[in-house]
């Protein structure tokens, strides 16, 4: 909670500690990031539920998503998997799902993960609620007939997240985005960024001459 509220974009944070310390998960609790999922010094299991295969950290006490198991034109994120909270969708577990039309978020993740809807071709419509804070690289990238994004609270959106969707028109971002990466809309010849006037947003959009509405 003190890291949230008294950071900002471009701060510094220096941690002391032994690295076999779960600081990782400090930081992705924080942030939202996946630094936890990545490092080789905690145990992790598998979990599952008939739906969804998860890794859990035992350190970290919530899981990723890692496989989807059924065919669907709308997918559910779930909460939990057993009594695990679902903290991210990992690298591509909805990646190239031609069927798939429709995604519910729900109420936990946090993270969206590398490329994990990448060429969803079906996806028209997307609200990503308040408790998905970070979009990692390509998240939603060749997501061709995705024509509207809502991000409710969304606080970091990384390089090319939104990658030659070609049919978006209009993208919602609240006040609470803190930053926004390179190329995220590139390749995007019809969109708008509907936002509040001065957010990292509106900013954005004027210095790479993206169409701008005010909120």
């Not at 995604?103 to 997307?126: A, R």
Request: proline content about 4%.
């Amino acid at each position: 909670e003190k890291l949230r509220n008294e950071t900002k974009p471009g701060d510094v944070i220096l941690f002391k500690g032994i690295f076999r310390l779960p600081l990782f998960s400090i930081i992705d609790h924080a942030f939202a990031t996946a630094f936890t999922y990545k490092a080789p010094y905690f145990s992790s299991i598998y979990c599952e539920d008939e739906n969804f295969t998860a890794l859990y950290f035992d350190t970290f006490k919530e899981c990723g998503l890692q496989k989807c198991k059924h065919k669907s034109h709308t997918v559910t994120i779930p909460d939990k998997i057993g009594a695990i909270p679902v903290h991210r969708i990992a690298r591509r577990v909805l990646a190239e799902r031609a069927w798939l039309k429709e995604v519910d978020f729900g109420h936990s993740v946090k993270n969206i993960g590398v490329q994990s809807f990448y060429g969803c071709t079906k996806l028209k419509t997307l609200y990503i609620p308040a408790n998905v804070l970070y979009i990692e690289q390509e998240a939603f990238a060749y997501c061709t007939e995705l024509e509207t994004v809502t991000l409710e609270g969304v606080e970091h959106i990384e390089a090319m997240a939104f990658y030659s969707c070609r049919n978006l028109k209009t993208v919602r971002i609240s006040d609470s985005c803190k930053t926004i990466e390179a190329d995220v809309f590139s390749e995007c010849p019809y969109v708008t960024i509907v936002a509040p006037e001065n957010s990292v947003a509106h900013l954005y959009a004027v210095e790479n001459n993206i169409r701008w509405k005010k909120a």
